[in-house]
């Protein structure tokens, strides 16, 4: 019995020196991991200087849109900002999408500030008929409001359009439509530079309240502006504004062409023929007194270039056969 014993544990210490040595490892190396940059914030801020001379501050490009004004409602929708437009004043008719957009009611009695705020607007895009005590009130309930003034010129146009889609983040959308308009507006410039005779012209913004002193428009608005560039002279263009023009001063005066930027309120060509006076005017026994859509004239927006077009194959029609 002992002899088993002792052979047992002779063959378990003969196996035990036959099994491999334990083979001492290190532990796994902890990953390496380089140091990396934080990724830099992407300053999305603008800021712009209006026309009033105010600095206006937006974190980002505004995507809730009030417009003041027909014209900036226009030049929201030429810069591919229209779905971004969220309110807009009730005479905004064009484009057609403009219908779809709410109405925030007539600014000229007042501001209804409860709606506007409703609206949550990142930004009020006021206009040179937004009076300044305007954007003092919206100002001073929390609103942004970017006033944009009218322009006196072409590259006046440009620049608003510029601005607007800096405004809501479409530059791009804002130079290329810059492009068109400026190419179109350059056609038309060219065609009538070398014009020998610049036809007489008198542009009737109002002639149903009084037919005897129809309102007109003078040097400094864009009725006169367009009526030049589109190489007419205007027979008002002495005086500054809009303002009653006599019968008498249209007598002497006698333009070639009559514009009835108010045909829209019931002025046609035979009212005006029926008028007393009138029946005279060379305009009137050519055959020259037109219909003219003013809403592209007397707006400080993209549809200038159209009245411009519009009224230089009116005046000058073999430039454009």
Known sequence: MKKNILSSLLLLALLAACAPAAVATEAPAAPVVEA??????????????????????????AARVISMAPSNTELLFAVGAGDQVVGRDPYSNFPEEAFDVADIGDTYAGLNTEFILSLEPDLVLAAGITPPEQVDQLEQLGVTVYW?????????LYRNLETVGILTGHEQDALAAIDDLSARAEAVLEAVATVAERPTVFYEVDGQTDP?????????????????????????????????YSIE?????????????????????????????????????????????DDHMSRPGPRLINALEDLAKLLHPGLFE
């Open 212 to 244: 005897n002193a129809p309102f007109t428009a003078g040097t400094g608005s864009f009725i006169d502006l367009i009526i030049n560039l589109a190489g007419g002279t205007n027979v008002a263009g002495e005086i500054e504004g809009y303002f009653p």
């Open 148 to 156: 944009l003034g009218n322009p006196t010129d072409l590259e006046g």
């Open 249 to 293: 001063d249209l007598l002497v005066a006698d333009p070639d062409v009559i514009l009835l930027g108010d045909y829209a309120w019931g002025a046609t060509v035979e009212s005006v023929a029926a008028r007393t006076g009138w029946g005279t005017l060379s305009a009137v026994t050519n055959d020259q007194v037109h219909p003219f859509n």
């Open 36 to 61: 990396t940059e934080a990724p830099a914030v992407v300053d999305t801020s603008i800021r712009l200087v209006d026309d009033l001379g105010r600095e206006v501050v937006l974190a980002a490009p």
